[in-house]
């Protein structure tokens, strides 16, 4: 048993590097077993398709983010406000250490999937979308506590939420067009300042 599961993590750790790093179209079945030197028949075992695989991968991303990354930079023991700059600081050493070993950025894998696949496969647009709903509910939580601590004045948590969301992948997307980790370190901070106001 403990072989077999070692054998879908292969596959699965070597798939999500190379779809971080390459185009998911351009990644083929054969590559992802070479990879992770298994056969096709061992790849098929565990994953009936290469959209099973691509699902997957997100579920274990999404994993890790939730109890790595997301889960830090959300630490309820930090103030709600100075959640947003470990946020911006962890996705800017988080690149830049991507950029130092590998020599390019590799942005969000998240970002990168539903740009390449959401207007052509609703299945993977839709557990997308549910890994940011989970992620924009992080920042709407914080942005209630920052209310109710009178850190903030009182704002429509749920849409400034959204937007804050909007902003970090957009500025992580402009940050590799530039192949630049600074320029999150340079626009992050602005994120604070993201609000939308309740309607009377």
Same mark, same amino acid.
């Given at each position: 048993?403990?072989?077999?599961?070692?054998?879908? *993590?292969?596959?699965?750790?070597?798939?999500?590097?190379?779809?971080?790093a390459?185009?998911?179209?351009?990644?083929?079945?054969?590559?992802?077993?070479?990879?992770?030197?298994?056969?096709?028949?061992?790849?098929?075992?565990?994953?009936?398709?290469?959209?099973d695989?691509v699902?997957?991968?997100?579920? *274990?991303?999404?994993? *890790?983010?939730?109890?790595?990354?997301?889960?830090?930079?959300?630490? +309820?023991?930090?103030?709600?406000m100075?959640?947003?700059?470990?946020?911006?600081?962890?996705?800017y050493?988080?690149?830049k250490?991507?950029? *130092?070993?590998?020599g390019r950025?590799?942005?969000?894998?998240?970002?990168?999937?539903?740009?390449?696949?959401?207007?052509r496969?609703?299945?993977?647009?839709?557990?997308?979308?549910r890994?940011?709903?989970?992620? +924009? +509910?992080?920042f709407?939580?914080?942005?209630?506590?920052?209310?109710?601590?009178?850190?903030?004045?009182p704002?429509?948590?749920?849409?400034?939420?959204?937007?804050?969301?909007?902003?970090?992948?957009?500025?992580?997307?402009?940050?590799?067009?530039?192949?630049?980790?600074?320029?999150?370190?340079?626009?992050?901070?602005?994120?604070?300042?993201?609000?939308?106001?309740?309607?009377?």
């Open positions: 048993m403990k072989s077999q599961l070692d054998t879908r *993590d292969r596959i699965l750790a070597k798939a999500r590097e190379l779809f971080h390459n185009s998911y179209a351009d990644i083929g079945i054969k590559q992802i077993c070479e990879a992770a030197a298994v056969q096709k028949g061992s790849f098929y075992h565990f994953f009936p398709s290469k959209r695989l699902l997957a991968v997100i579920d *274990d991303m999404a994993e *890790d983010w939730a109890h790595g990354f997301v889960k830090e930079a959300f630490d +309820q023991d930090l103030p709600p100075e959640r947003l700059d470990y946020l911006i600081d962890a996705a050493y988080w690149q250490a991507a950029k *130092d070993l590998e950025m590799p942005g969000c894998l998240f970002g990168n999937l539903v740009l390449e696949v959401s207007t496969d609703d299945i993977l647009r839709a557990k997308l979308s890994v940011f709903d989970k992620t +924009q +509910q992080r709407e939580d914080t942005l209630k506590q920052a209310v109710e601590q009178g850190a903030i004045s704002l429509d948590t749920g849409l400034t939420a959204q937007a804050m969301l909007s902003y970090l992948e957009g500025m992580i997307l402009l940050a590799k067009s530039r192949n630049e980790p600074e320029v999150i370190q340079k626009l992050g901070p602005a994120i604070k300042g993201i609000r939308i106001e309740l309607l009377n």
